[in-house]
């Protein structure tokens, strides 16, 4: 049996090392080439986007109205802060998607 | 030999999801469902339901209306205070104070509402699905749909509830300890 950096040989094969990279580094890409494609063709990549684009719309357009140049002062922070509860106290997510409204027999069934 | 193998794993992987986006009809959709329920029903109750059906399509779409309006709702209201938030966080980046508990909520909170949207996104295809089969001709799909609706309904709840709770939380995770820091 003799041993050398590109050749490791036994009595009945030879295998070639440079080969051997050869071979990895070409599944590896092949791997790499597969995920980037299910990335970019998944729900997530998706999302990644509509949310970039959202926030960039958000950035630019749609806070036109708002000011968005004046320093926060504490009791703007307050302010808003407070404001938060009493603007959504009126959604009762319990009654409004409740089960029963789907009920079969709800549905006539 | 080896070769041609991974090439027919790399054309699947291509494929697959090629094939999962040709457009699929509302009763294949109800009919897949059927399949994944495996629920039997018997002679009688299949009979039932293909009289009763009909009417059931007009509750499906008061329904369908009234779920549509709560969610537009929600969206125009919770849409706004984000709006307010971030105007908050660009005053706060422009005079160089640290906001990045506010980003975090912003996040936070766009990432609920996009669950919250796709939950009626899913709800709604599901019910126009429903109502624009010949139930009477299909009762076990039929069945099989209003079984999911169920299941629909719940996870719309939770998604609503998902943002509900993010905002209602946002004073004292977010505000109040924001506007502390900035009297300091």
Known sequence: MSLSFLNIKNNEKTTNLGWLIVVTITISLVMVFISLYIFFKSSAYDTVIQIRSANQKLAEDDLQGYDTKSPVQSTDLQNHANSIQPRIKQFNDQEDFSLELVDPTQLGL | ?184
């Not at chain 2, 706004?80 to 971030?86: A, N, V, Y």
């Open chain 2, 1 to 184: 030999m080896k070769y041609v193998m991974l090439l027919v794993l790399l054309l699947l992987v291509i494929a697959t999801p090629a094939i999962a986006q040709q457009k699929i009809s509302p009763l294949e959709r109800l009919q897949t469902l059927y399949n994944q329920q495996q629920t039997t029903y018997t002679p009688e109750k299949l009979a039932d339901v293909s009289i009763r059906c009909p009417e059931s399509q007009k509750k499906l779409l008061v329904l369908q209306r009234q779920n549509n309006l709560f969610v537009q709702k929600r969206i125009s209201v919770y849409g706004d205070l984000q709006k307010e938030m971030k105007a908050l966080e660009l005053r706060l980046a422009k005079q160089g104070a640290d906001a990045s508990e506010l980003d975090l909520l912003i996040g936070k909170q766009q990432v609920a509402l996009e669950a919250f949207q796709d939950s009626q996104k899913n709800y709604d295809i599901l019910i126009s699905d429903l109502r624009s089969i010949n139930c009477a001709e299909n009762p076990g799909f039929f069945l099989a749909g209003i079984s999911e609706i169920y299941k629909q309904q719940q996870k719309l709840k939770e998604a609503a509830n998902a943002v509900f709770v993010i905002l209602y939380d946002s004073p004292k995770t977010t505000f109040y300890p924001l506007s502390e820091r900035l009297r300091i």
